[in-house]
């Protein structure tokens, strides 16, 4: 493979593996419906009705989507095996698995198709952490004149109307857009300027049925207009059919091009109009009004997933021909089936993967762009345009379980303030102290972040966000950590961030990665000197306002030679690089949690020690609480402003020592988290005149802290690391095969995972550190622990436990190494031996560590060993 190949194709990775642990936004989908109603199932995977929805099976979506739902639940790619399931599994547990698979953290819901036996609005916020309503204008005047008018004589367009906007007045803090579906009625053509007479018959016509359908084209485009005033004077959006969909609707009607009329009327100059359905097959129609319209936003759901896989490549890629890519929006059009969800996600992944990645091959986009870009489509357009935050911008009230939040139009200023919100099942998996809990349907877990809206590049027709906590910022920490695990910041001016640092980084000497935890030099061997330098480039997805300092951002940074080519010793470059290896190869995504271990400190007026642990309680101990419960509840609620969930804490076994189980996350997201509690920890301590430390052994006399790390494997959405009741060990055989690879070596390992010459007087035998070269089952002396979660079966176990992990470690490259590990383990097929149970059965490896201290301390531990020897 020549350099520009491999070039290409590691671009399409990275790419890649962004764009599949982003949490997504659906901005049209609809509600879900009981295994019982009389909607047919094959609906999911076709738009026909009666007679034509036969032929549904021999469509290249149905096969495809067979195939893939197959390979979510485990069953046969066969029609009756797939409803077979679901009747077994019920829709809870159906719901849960799509849901969580699609990894979907906002919900815009139309409620207005009704269908046989649908659940409501506020049963969907049981998988997704924040639903918003959509409101169906027709629906909604359908059901005002369903009613009895006022005053019991019969309606007029007057009472009719007057009617229709105070309802819209009283919905308009719990909405979030409109929608009309006058395409599948009448067609786009619509008549901006209807006289009130042929209002006035057009209703009188369509009262004489019962129940009442509106059909006459004279009504709809009356409402639709009245909608529309409605919608611009109240800055909001209005979702509108367009292109295909049933078969109600005139196709060649349903172009875009037949909105001129509307959108030159300069009533609606300042209008939000999102195009549905991607109006295929007028992919390149809408295209162009949305490049030279500002009113015209656009949204790809129902195409993605309906059409064939070359037929969604060919839609996205004439969507962006044109059309600016922060108005495009992604949707699942999800619908009555929580498959068709998990379906839209997963191909919106793979579609806009191919489409992105083909754009930087071509030279149309930079990587950079390209990321950019992606969050938009998939999240940051939706939440600007939809305005989803706690009204503080538009002065309306959002729903009481609605997230707060404030969006850029794309990522060019994104502040996250994400809170986790989705259930108990989303992605637990272990034991009470690990930061995982039990579940059978585990997977991705969500988040929803605050995000900033940046004026600078803001699309025409969108508005700038006037955010007192933008205006508030006056500086950015760049946050990395160098080889020896050590923290490090630049600090720009917020202005000169927005100006210069986004697109050009700031520069580093290459040797500031060469220095260890106790000179500010480079160490001696390391091969990086005074010359050279990297550019360090803000990772703006991980862009957060300190809770604790609000005058400041922190944002974390990738090291690149030049803009866009990584460095080779970028600890979370490499991490997402093995990462991608092992999805690439062998179609798996490594989840990590976090147990943070770290001492509570006070000064002790004395000479020496100068600190002294914040209290001498026990492990667990309640009472330890006691004295620092408002230090520890500042942690946690800095963290979860953040976007890191601390699932549980207690007290450890040292004085004053504690420790936090942070949620599971993909591999590159839980190393970033770890970088955010230390950080926050130590700096929330210090407001409170406390001294936080995550030094292995601080006291010498006392428990050492560890930064014990959960590991588990998915593939389609499931935890692929858990056997089954009969198999070996309770572990899959990709299980057993990564788990053999990391014990292999082990040794190799420590060198990243435990870098400092204090690492080694933490693992010592008979201190639950990991100071054996074994593996056992709960067995907390072995450094290698698999793990059986509460509410499964004991044969089974769902994660492994590495224990020889500490605070000191730079914990991308400590991740990068056990993933590394891993992979050879699965290419080589390595076995597992038997587990260890007594601790005399165990292979020492004391003796070991102190070779790995001595050649840390002498070398710089990236030279220690080669990620090269593996990949």
């Not at 009895?148 to 719990?174: C, M, Q, V, Y």
């Not at 991705?444 to 025409?460: D, F, I, L, P, Y």
């Not at 858990?722 to 899959?732: C, E, F, L, V």
């Amino acid at each position: 493979m020549d350099a520009n190949s491999k070039e290409r194709d590691d671009c399409r990775e990275r790419i890649r593996a962004y764009i599949h642990q982003l949490p997504l936004v659906d901005t049209h989908a609809h509600n879900l419906v009981a295994l019982d109603s009389l909607m047919p199932f094959v609906q999911a995977f076709s738009e026909a009705q009666g007679e034509a929805l036969q032929q549904a099976a021999h469509t290249l979506c149905f096969k495809r989507s067979l195939r893939d739902i197959s390979i979510l639940y485990g069953t046969r790619p066969l029609l009756e095996s797939i409803e077979a399931h679901r009747q077994k599994a019920g829709l809870e547990a159906i719901s849960t698995e799509c849901f969580i698979s699609a990894n979907i953290s906002t919900l815009l819901l139309d409620d207005g198709l009704r269908v046989n036996k649908m659940h409501n609005l506020e049963w969907h916020r049981k998988y997704v952490p924040s639903v918003h309503k959509v409101l169906r204008i027709e629906a909604l005047a359908e059901d005002i004149l369903n009613e009895d008018p006022p005053g019991g004589i019969t309606w007029t367009l007057h009472s009719f109307i007057e009617r229709f906007l105070a309802i819209l007045n009283s919905l308009l803090e719990k909405i979030v857009a409109l929608k009309s579906i006058a395409a599948y009625r009448s067609g786009l053509n619509i008549d901006p300027n209807v006289p009130c007479q042929d209002a006035e018959a057009g209703l009188m016509d369509d009262l004489g049925d019962r129940p009442l359908r509106i059909k006459n084209k004279f009504i709809i485009d009356f409402i639709f207009v009245r909608a529309l005033e409605f919608a611009s004077l109240h800055n909001i959006p209005l979702q509108l059919h367009s292109g295909f969909g049933d078969k109600d609707l005139d196709l060649r009607l349903a172009n875009p091009l037949h909105l001129r009329s509307i959108l030159e009327d300069k009533r609606f100059s300042r209008s939000r109009l999102v195009l549905l359905h991607a109006s295929y097959p007028y992919m390149r129609e809408a295209s162009y009004i949305c490049s030279v319209y500002p009113q015209i936003y656009l949204d790809f759901g129902l195409a993605v997933p309906k059409l064939s896989i070359r037929g969604m490549q060919s839609t996205i890629s004439q969507l962006v021909e044109l059309a600016p890519l922060n108005k495009i929006m992604f949707s699942t059009d999800g619908y009555a089936f929580p498959e068709t969800f998990y379906l839209g996600a997963k191909w919106t992944r793979e579609i806009l993967t191919s489409v992105l990645s083909e754009a930087c091959e071509s030279g149309d986009l930079a990587f950079e762009e390209a990321i950019l870009y992606a969050h938009g489509i998939l999240r940051g357009n939706a939440l600007n345009l939809y305005k989803l935050d706690d009204g503080s911008a538009t002065g309306r009230k959002r729903d009481e379980l609605s997230l707060t939040r404030e969006d850029g139009l794309c990522l060019s200023q994104i502040r996250e303030k994400g809170r986790q919100v989705f259930l108990e099942e989303t992605q637990r998996d272990g034991t009470e102290t690990n930061g995982y809990a039990a579940s059978v349907f585990q997977n991705h877990g969500t988040r929803v972040r605050k995000e900033v809206a940046n004026s600078n590049v803001a699309a025409a027709g969108s508005e700038p966000s006037d955010s007192a906590n933008s205006q508030s910022v006056k500086h950015v920490r760049l946050l990395w950590a160098d080889g020896s695990g050590k923290l490090r910041s630049r600090v720009v001016p917020a202005e000169r961030f927005k100006k210069v640092t986004v697109s050009y980084g700031v520069g580093l000497t290459q040797c500031c990665m060469g220095m260890s935890s106790h000179s500010d030099g480079p160490s001696e061997g390391c091969g990086l000197t005074a010359v050279g330098e990297i550019r360090l480039i803000p990772d703006l997805s991980t862009k957060y306002q300190l809770p604790w300092f609000s005058e400041h951002e922190v944002v974390l940074v990738d090291m690149h030679l030049d803009r866009g080519r990584p460095w080779q010793y970028c600890p979370r470059s490499t991490l997402q690089h093995v990462a991608g290896i092992l999805d690439r190869e062998f179609g798996l995504v490594a989840r990590a949690g976090f147990e943070k271990e770290f001492y509570l400190l006070k000064p002790s007026h004395k000479k020496s020690p100068k600190w002294k642990g914040v209290d001498s309680t026990l492990y667990c101990s309640s009472a330890a609480f006691d004295a620092v419960s408002h230090v520890l509840s500042d942690i946690c609620n800095s963290l979860k402003s953040l976007d890191v969930t601390v699932e549980q804490m207690h007290a450890e076994a040292g004085g004053g020592q504690f420790e936090l189980s942070i949620e599971h996350s993909p591999s590159s997201s839980a190393a970033d988290k770890v970088l955010f509690v230390r950080e926050t920890v130590k700096a929330v301590s210090k407001k409170h005149g406390l001294l936080a430390t995550f030094t292995p052994k601080y006291f010498p006399g006392d428990a050492g802290s560890g930064s014990h790390v959960h590991i588990s494997l998915w593939q389609g959405g499931k935890n692929v690391f858990m056997g089954d009741t009969g198999s070996r060990y309770g572990m899959s055989k990709i299980g057993e095969e990564f788990l053999a690879g990391v014990l292999h070596h082990l040794p190799a390992v420590l060198a990243f995972t435990a870098p400092h010459p204090n690492s080694y007087a933490r693992i010592q035998p008979n201190t639950w550190s990991g100071a054996y070269q074994c593996w056992g089952k709960d067995n907390r002396e072995a450094p290698l622990r698999t793990a059986s979660p509460p509410g499964v079966s004991a044969d089974v176990v769902s994660n492994f436990e590495l224990k020889s992990f500490d605070g000191c470690s730079n914990p991308h490259l400590g991740l990068a190494a056990i993933i590394a590990a891993g992979i050879d383990g699965l290419r080589k097929h390595l076995q597992l031996p038997d587990p260890t149970g007594k601790l005399f059965e165990m292979a020492i490896l004391y003796s070991l560590s102190l070779m790995i201290y001595y050649h840390i301390i002498t070398h710089l531990f990236f030279d220690c060993i080669t990620f090269k020897a593996w990949i």
